[in-house]
């Protein structure tokens, strides 16, 4: 069945320190793939996706590629700020899904402190 | 003009009762979800509705049952509400295979 992965957190980081989230799927085919991002007590807002292999999603200076051949789709920024602590979730949809139902991995808590 | 909102924010509630959870959008989608996320920020889909219609039921108790009464609205309702069913439960909403958009969440404790 599909699968998504995460690294497992918290993660503490400094400000203005590079960040990286971990995150490797399975699933069958090209699936589509998804950073989502939890601030404290509030819904999910996507960060950013990603259709097919190669590509590169972007958004609030945060990337993520689509890596086929490695089955990853990494989250990084280059310096995080206080207000990027939050939790991520990185998420597939199955190319089989007609409907868009999304496989969440269990989630990354950044903490990011001054 | 909020997108996607759900009523009650917070439910407290005991062991044995029935409550109800509210879903509204107002950005025109047809696609409609209910997700529980645990203690430990799990998220796993409960139901999705298209255009009223049930298309995904994952492996839910019975006494969980959505409603749809038109495409901009979707409701859940508990039955014999149990201590493992606190959690928070977020609905949302897209376009078929679009973008979903979140509601805030309803955190709900049974004591």
Redesign the interface.
């Known amino acids: 069945g599909n699968s998504v992965t995460q690294m497992e957190g918290p993660v503490t980081l400094s400000e203005e320190a590079f960040l990286t989230i971990n995150c490797t799927y399975t699933a069958t085919g090209y699936p ?1 793939l998804f950073w ?1 991002v ?1 601030y404290p ?6 960060l950013l ?1 990603a259709t097919k292999a190669d590509d590169k999603g972007s958004n609030k200076g945060f990337e993520a590629t689509y890596r086929k051949e490695t089955t990853s789709f990494h989250l990084e920024k280059g310096s995080v700020q206080v207000s990027d602590s939050a ?1 991520y ?1 990185c998420a597939l ?1 199955p190319i089989t ?6 496989q ?1 991995g ?2 990354t ?1 950044v903490v990011v402190t001054p | 003009d909020t997108a996607v909102s759900q009523t009650p924010k917070y439910l407290v509630t005991q062991m044995g009762n029935d409550k109800s959870i509210k879903c509204e959008q107002n950005l025109g989608h047809d696609t409609m979800y209910w997700y529980k996320q645990d203690s430990k920020k799990f998220l796993k889909i409960m139901f999705s509705y298209n255009n009223k219609e049930l298309i995904i039921n994952e492996t839910v108790p019975n006494r969980f049952s959505p409603k749809s009464p038109d495409k901009a609205h979707l409701n859940l309702h508990i039955n014999s509400l149990e201590l493992g069913d606190s959690a928070v439960y977020f609905c949302a909403s897209s376009l078929p295979r679009g973008e979903q958009y979140f509601g805030p969440g309803t955190r709900l404790t049974v004591t």
Do not use: P
């Not at chain 1, 899904?97 to 999304?102: N, V």
């Open positions: 589509s989502y939890q007590g509030e819904g999910l807002q996507l996706k939790v979730f949809s899904d007609s409907w868009g139902k999304l969440f269990a989630g808590q």
